[in-house]
């Protein structure tokens, strides 16, 4: 699970094609038949690219007969979400209040 910004997961997310997967599963389940109809993708490469989002703590998996069902995590992307906002608030407090370090 993500519980506090990590350079891993924001590299997970930086792949074009992941965040797309992400935006996908934002909406709904998805099996990878579903996501290669979706993405254009070829289906080993989209399952490479699951795997990395699942490794990173963003994506579930729910097997279902034959096929495997990806959700998004959205308590991973929520803390996420948080961290980066803290990480703003305190960069326009830092701002507003004129702070730097003197060399």
Not at 4 to 26: E, F, H
Not at 68 to 89: C, D, K, N, V
Request: glycine share 6%; with cysteine; aromatic share 2%.
């Amino acid at each position: 699970m993500v519980t506090s910004v990590d350079g891993d997961v924001l590299k997970v997310l930086a792949d074009p094609l992941r965040m797309q997967i992400v935006r996908l599963l934002a909406r709904e389940a998805l099996c990878t038949t579903h996501l290669v109809e979706e993405t254009g993708a070829k289906q080993t490469n989209l399952s490479n690219h699951l795997r990395a989002l699942r490794d990173a703590g963003l994506v579930d998996t729910e097997p279902c007969g034959r096929f495997t069902y990806y959700s998004l995590r959205p308590e991973a992307i929520a803390a996420l979400a948080a961290e980066l906002a803290g990480l703003a608030a305190t960069a326009r407090e830092a701002s507003a209040a004129g702070r730097r370090r003197s060399c």
